[in-house]
């Protein structure tokens, strides 16, 4: 029996780790081809050969718990992705964002607050259409004049209303006025306090999580302080270092505040990449976001931190 299991060994190695063909095994054993069809079933009912199946969908549970457990946050959606490929592991997690998020808004009812970025544009596109009844959807702050569609606040707030068959508010002032006074002004204005008192009850807040890269995006924009080397991420423009602390990086800006995010009554963070493992476990960190949506692989990356 020992001998047999060695040749059981032998065509086992071969076929499964070599990639050969029964055939092939055959002519480099000297064996009819029946003889190593039986060795391979005989393997496995020896117990030379143990075959796992690995269930993706149990794997990203188990990811989601720990998720949950290591930074204390409510949710944790993880999903499987079949490459590596950045443009892959965003693609699937926005549509798994998405998936989570309809039903949600199927409820009707809500104050939707949304924030801006690539993850957030994306979004929108993968939105599927639907009729909800009696959602409300705004931006969570003023207008910038950025080139890029994916940090126009207003278009961003339209075009997941639009999807979600809500109806939308729109930011008529600057994120960031040219002085106090004109800061000072603006909250003085019916378009801002109506805004203000949005975002004093948000129900539902749908966040990007930026790293460092948007510092250099608007740097001149948002006028940052010394402070901005602690900087490891944001959400929303609020910006925190690698402990979850928040660093007040400039004045006169017209948004939702911290506060305001800190009471939404569900946050949900969308998020994945290598360029944004240490921003994201920044912001889970700050004890803001509720539900974190990302992929296994940096569901992985976080958990090794």
């Excluded at 071969?14 to 000297?30: G, R, S």
């Excluded at 020896?46 to 290591?70: F, G, S, W, Y």
């Amino acid at each position: 029996m020992h001998d047999e299991k060695l040749l059981m060994a032998e065509a086992a190695t071969l076929y499964y780790e070599k990639n050969c063909t029964q055939q092939e095994i055959a002519d480099a054993l000297k064996l009819s081809r029946q003889t190593v069809s039986k060795l391979l079933n005989d393997a496995i009912k020896e117990r030379v050969v143990e075959i796992t199946i690995h269930n993706p969908k149990a794997d990203c549970e188990i990811l989601e718990k720990q998720l949950c457990d290591r930074f204390g946050i409510t949710t944790a959606v993880v999903c499987s992705v079949s490459s590596k490929n950045e443009s892959v592991r965003q693609l699937k997690t926005v549509k798994t964002a998405a998936d989570y998020i309809a039903p949600i808004a199927q409820k009707g009812g809500l104050r939707i607050a949304v924030s801006w970025g690539r993850t957030i544009e994306a979004l929108s596109a993968e939105f599927p259409n639907l009729h909800t009844e009696d959602n409300l959807v705004f931006p969570l702050f003023g207008a910038t004049d950025h080139g890029k569609p994916c940090f126009s606040s207003n278009e961003l707030a339209r075009g997941i209303a639009d999807k979600l068959g809500a109806e939308v508010r729109y930011a008529w002032f600057p994120y960031m006025p040219d002085n106090p006074d004109d800061c000072n002004l603006f909250k003085t204005t019916s378009y801002y306090k109506k805004l203000q008192t949005l975002w004093e009850t948000i129900d539902l807040a749908i966040v990007g999580i930026g790293n460092t890269e948007v510092l250099e995006l608007f740097g001149k924009t948002f006028g940052y302080r010394e402070q901005r080397s602690e900087v490891i991420g944001d959400v929303a423009t609020h910006f925190f270092a690698q402990d979850g602390a928040f660093l007040d990086l400039y004045d006169n800006t017209l948004c939702a505040s911290a506060n305001d995010l800190k009471a939404a009554k569900q946050t949900v963070a969308i998020a994945c990449g290598e360029s944004k493992v240490q921003a994201i476990a920044g912001a889970l960190r700050t004890g803001w976001i509720d539900t974190l949506i990302t992929d296994e692989y940096t569901a992985k990356e976080l958990l090794g931190i």
